[in-house]
């Protein structure tokens, strides 16, 4: 059987018919006709494989026997949507199992520190409702960053402007930030607490505690709150954070963060960026919907491979 190493997915693809141009969108439609270029084609996983791989990512368990049953004779598109319409199950805590995966891998990736007010169990829990918007809800990627980038916990984890804007890099952007890119910073400058004086004794039951609010009246007096960043000029986080979800970098960095998610390699980069460009596109064109990335990676060729094949 001829095999073509397609090491740039992490998967090798087989000579064997399974997948036509056209059946899932876009990502397919790349992935078949680069095969078919090559006089190869590629070999989806059995069902009771691919409805095992399914349940564990989406919903963090494996499949009962009902759910094999129900899904044998499932194309993946049926099979990703049957596990994201599953609801509460005992370990998720009320919501959704696909929201609660997902909360597990966010998790992660934001809510990380040893500081106590970035602990408070009221900024955690602000953060979480607001991430698991964009599962249940199907929430803007691009907005919960708006909102991210000015919430409690974020500023409480930076506490300094140039903390802020290297952590918005790497959060957001996927990588720090240069040296001619850290000045952004100052646009966070204007942020002060509402309370210094408050004990840390106060943290959980004081909702003063290490709150910071946004006084413009600092900037230009106490503190410089203008800087320069890709040839524009701003002097509000509003400004910065514009700049920084209005990027294609932006797109691109959510593309290749779920990708990393879903398929455990990172994206094909200089031998086949044509994937995350038009990832990153088509999550443009689709208000920035992470429920629709999920499925378009889970749904292809590079997700749907037979086990020894991947």
């Known amino acids: 059987m001829k095999r073509i190493l397609f090491a740039l997915f992490g998967i090798a693809l087989s000579g064997s018919i399974v997948l036509a141009a056209g059946e899932n969108g876009p990502l397919n439609d790349m992935i078949v006709e680069f095969l078919t270029e090559r006089g190869s084609t590629v070999q989806l996983a059995p069902?009771?494989?691919?409805?095992?791989?399914?349940s564990i990512d989406l919903t963090g368990v494996t499949?009962?026997?009902?759910?094999?049953?129900?899904?044998?004779?499932?194309?993946p598109e049926q099979m990703f949507d049957y596990y994201v319409g599953i609801g509460p199950?005992?370990?998720?805590?009320?919501?959704?199992?696909?929201?609660?995966?997902?909360?597990?891998?966010?998790?992660?990736?934001?809510?990380?520190?040893?500081?106590?007010?970035?602990?408070?169990?009221?900024?955690?829990?602000?953060?979480?409702?607001?991430?698991?918007?964009?599962?249940?809800?199907?929430?803007s990627y691009q907005e919960f960053t708006r909102w991210a980038l000015t919430s409690q916990m974020f500023l409480n984890r930076f506490p300094s402007g140039a903390d802020r804007a290297n952590a918005a890099?790497?959060?957001?952007l996927g990588r720090d930030s240069f040296s001619n890119e850290v000045p952004a910073g100052n646009?966070?400058?204007?942020?002060?607490?509402?309370?210094?004086?408050?004990?840390?004794?106060?943290?959980?039951?004081?909702?003063?505690?290490?709150v910071y609010d946004?006084?413009?009246?600092?900037?230009?007096?106490?503190?410089?709150?203008?800087?320069?960043?890709?040839s524009q000029v701003g002097s509000t986080p509003e400004a910065v954070?514009?700049?920084?979800?209005?990027?294609?970098?932006?797109?691109?960095?959510v593309v290749e963060r779920y990708w990393q998610r879903m398929i455990g390699t990172p994206l094909p980069g200089v031998d086949f960026?044509?994937?995350?460009?038009?990832?990153?596109?088509?999550?443009?064109?689709?208000?920035?919907?992470?429920?629709?990335?999920?499925?378009?990676?889970?749904?292809?060729?590079?997700?749907?491979?037979?086990?020894?094949?991947?």
């Open 47 to 54: 069902p009771n494989q691919l409805t095992r791989r399914m």
């Open 89 to 139: 199950m005992p370990h998720t805590g009320g919501i959704s199992a696909y929201a609660w995966v997902n909360l597990l891998h966010d998790a992660d990736e934001f809510l990380f520190s040893n500081s106590v007010q970035f602990s408070q169990v009221t900024h955690i829990q602000e953060y979480n409702t607001q991430l698991e918007r964009l599962y249940s809800e199907d929430w």
């Open 169 to 172: 890099f790497f959060l957001f």
């Open 241 to 253: 954070i514009g700049q920084i979800v209005e990027s294609p970098l932006f797109a691109e960095a």
């Open 273 to 310: 960026p044509v994937i995350r460009t038009s990832l990153a596109q088509n999550l443009i064109a689709n208000n920035y919907s992470v429920n629709w990335l999920i499925r378009e990676i889970a749904t292809s060729p590079a997700y749907t491979q037979e086990m020894m094949f991947r």
């Open 63 to 75: 499949p009962t026997l009902a759910d094999m049953e129900a899904t044998e004779a499932m194309s």
């Open 214 to 230: 946004y006084d413009p009246s600092r900037c230009g007096t106490e503190v410089i709150c203008e800087a320069e960043l890709w």
């Open 187 to 210: 646009m966070w400058n204007g942020y002060v607490l509402r309370n210094p004086n408050l004990d840390a004794s106060d943290a959980e039951t004081n909702p003063d505690y290490h």
